[in-house]
């Protein structure tokens, strides 16, 4: 049987053309939501020197994934990739989602990103249940993690692997950020992300079991680095 990384045994999920083409497209930085113009407070990090080389950029972000915001995404994806046929269901999943966010700028950083995807795949990648959501939602915040979520639903891409590449997708952002911020050189880049592809598979075999009961978040320092992010002199980032 196929193992994870960290030794725990794994399922394969298959794709099909259609799905794997979405799931690529949607999680590639090329998608313009924005995602360039974030940090998640890595650039307080590396201004106060505690992100400085690429082990402390691969650990702050893991921290990102596990335990802070990018946790509480991975959760809300899964329970809103089940709900999708639901409106009701997802709605509530979408509001929860929308307003659990720890600082303005992280918000910010969810929110702009999720009405981009939202806008930009009702035109490139139309669906009735991203229509419908739309029509219900208004000019409400969206979630980027649960509008990708619901696209990945609508359109038959599996839980599983839409999961871990929502997952991949926060986690390079981050590392691109952290190489132009530090700076660190690409290859250096390309380490950091190969970290982190060890911790990706259990995060998102965890978040998918875990009730919304039990969600929540143990990485006050990364809140701390949002918020005094406000406050730097000089900003290469929005968040």
């Avoid at 099909?16 to 890595?42: C, E, I, K, M, N």
């Avoid at 994806?77 to 700028?105: I, K, N």
């Avoid at 691109?176 to 990706?200: C, E, F, K, N």
């Avoid at 075999?205 to 002199?233: K, M, V």
């Amino acid at each position: 049987m196929p193992r994870h990384p960290d030794g725990s045994a794994t399922t394969i999920t298959m794709l099909t053309d259609g799905a794997l083409q979405h799931l690529l497209a949607w999680t590639s930085p090329a998608y313009p939501v924005g995602a360039f113009t974030y940090s998640h407070g890595l650039e307080t990090a590396v201004d106060d020197q505690r992100v400085r080389d690429v082990a402390g950029l691969a650990f702050y972000i893991e921290a990102v994934l596990a335990r802070g915001g990018g946790w509480v995404d991975a959760v809300l994806f899964g329970h809103g990739w089940r709900t999708a046929a639901d409106p009701q269901a997802f709605d509530e999943v979408a509001a929860l989602a929308a307003a659990f966010r720890g600082s303005s700028e992280t918000a910010l950083e969810s929110h702009q990103q999720g009405r981009s995807f939202l806008t930009v795949t009702r035109r490139a990648w139309p669906h009735p249940a991203l229509d419908g959501f739309a029509g219900r939602w208004g000019d409400r915040p969206i979630a980027h993690a649960v509008v990708l979520a619901l696209a990945c639903a609508a359109h038959g891409v599996p839980l599983e692997p839409a999961l871990h590449a929502y997952l991949h997708g926060t986690a390079a952002n981050l590392v691109s950020a952290g190489v132009r911020l530090v700076p660190l050189g690409q290859t250096d880049g390309q380490i950091a992300t190969a970290l982190l592809a060890r911790s990706i598979p259990p995060i998102a075999a965890r978040a998918i079991a875990t009730p919304l009961d039990d969600l929540g978040t143990a990485a006050p320092l990364l809140e701390l680095a949002s918020i005094h992010h406000e406050t730097l002199y000089t900003r290469l980032f929005r968040s």
